[in-house]
């Protein structure tokens, strides 16, 4: 199992653009996929973005895409979420997920995650 600890959440204005960091520990970093999700309140959880064990292959909901960045420093045992163009409908708490396996998987409810940080809050509003 990993432990992941998120962080970068907060409020940010309509427009606005935000950077969440995922630590991760307890398992070797950089031969695991790896991804964003979010959920916002009375919804489901639902993805945000997904990268591999490499970097060099990632995917995005389709409401993020030209929005969010997602990259991973495997030195650092970090996966990043850049988020810009912020709307009001992007607020909720926005969680790291770890896989297993180095791909992600796009037949998978969970996309072949197994392991889930606590969350971070991300609020936009004016």
């Known amino acids: 199992q990993v432990q992941l600890i998120e962080s970068g959440g907060g409020l940010v204005q309509p427009g606005g653009s935000l950077r969440l960091s995922c630590a991760a520990s307890?398992?070797?970093?950089?031969?695991?996929?790896m991804g964003w999700f979010r959920q916002a309140p009375g919804k489901e959880r639902e993805l945000v973005a997904l990268i591999n064990w490499s970097g060099d292959s990632t995917f995005y909901a389709y409401y993020m895409e030209g929005r969010a960045t997602i990259a991973r420093d495997n030195a650092r045992n970090t996966v990043y979420l850049q988020m810009n163009s912020l709307k009001p409908e992007d607020t909720a708490v926005y969680y790291c997920?770890?896989?297993?396996?180095?791909?992600?998987?796009?037949?998978?409810?969970?996309?072949?995650?197994?392991?889930w940080g606590k969350g971070t809050l991300v609020t936009v509003s004016s």
């Open positions: 997920a770890a896989s297993p396996r180095g791909d992600y998987d796009l037949r998978d409810h969970y996309y072949g995650m197994d392991s």
């Open positions: 307890g398992r070797t970093f950089s031969v695991h996929a």
